[in-house]
Structures are given as structure tokens and as C-alpha cells.
């Protein structure tokens, strides 16, 4: 059973950094890709970060530039560094891995999980 479980999530000022985790169980991360989304309240789920299962990175626009995604294989996770947090970064950050097609769909991913709340105040 695959398991993905996020941590590091919590409330900062404007302008702070936060890394989030994304551990997984059940399944090789470094195989898969891994994406990373956030839903605020009121929205849509939109695309954050990803990491191809080769190496490639995609990044929103609205983060690029002030999110990094990484993946440590040998602790099979894959984190996101979130720095120059701003409000609108405030939502429910979730982890996935993908099954295939274009990684900016949350359609292409297959597992999910729970998510991880960022709230950055002004």
C-alpha cells in the first residue's frame, strides 16, 4: 500500500521560509514522478512544483524563483524548500505521485496525500 505523508507546514510572517516533506511508503520515489499542489479555501486545486522521475523540474510561475523541489532517495522523500512566503502561498499543500501525462495536471497523479497547512500572514 502506497502511503505519502506531508510535515513541515505552520504559520509565518510574510517573507519567512518553510521546507516541506513529502515521505512516502510503498513506493521508490526516485522511480515516480512527484508533484507537489495547493489548495487554498475557495479554490481550486492549482499545480505548485514537480520532479520527474529522471530529474526534471517544473515549477509554477507564481513560485518560481522562490520554491526549490528536491528529492532525497535515500530517505525516499521529496521536500519543498518555500522561501519569500507571501499570503497568497497560504493553503493546504499536498504531495503526489504521478502515473503519467503532463505533470502540471493533478489528473496525471495517482496517490495523494493528506496534506500539510502553510498559512502566511501579512
Known amino acids: 500500500q502506497v502511503q505519502l505523508v506531508e510535515s513541515g507546514g505552520g504559520l509565518v510572517q510574510a517573507g519567512d521560509s518553510l521546507r516541506l516533506s513529502c515521505a512516502a511508503s510503498?513506493?521508490?520515489?526516485?522511480?515516480?514522478?512527484v508533484g507537489w499542489f495547493r489548495q487554498a479555501p475557495g479554490k481550486e486545486r492549482e499545480f505548485v512544483a514537480a520532479?520527474?522521475?529522471?530529474?526534471?523540474?517544473y515549477y509554477a510561475d507564481s513560485v518560481k524563483g522562490r520554491f526549490t523541489i528536491s528529492r532525497d532517495n535515500a530517505r525516499n522523500t521529496v521536500f519543498l524548500q518555500m522561501n519569500s512566503l507571501k499570503p497568497e502561498d497560504t493553503a493546504v499543500y499536498s504531495c503526489?505521485?504521478?502515473?503519467?501525462?503532463?505533470?502540471?495536471?493533478?489528473?496525471?497523479?495517482?496517490?495523494w496525500g493528506q496534506g500539510t497547512q502553510v498559512t502566511v500572514s501579512s
Open positions: 503526489a505521485t504521478a502515473r503519467g501525462g503532463y505533470y502540471y495536471l493533478s489528473a496525471s497523479y495517482d496517490y
Open positions: 510503498g513506493r521508490t520515489l526516485s522511480s515516480y514522478g
Open positions: 520532479i520527474s522521475w529522471s530529474g526534471g523540474i
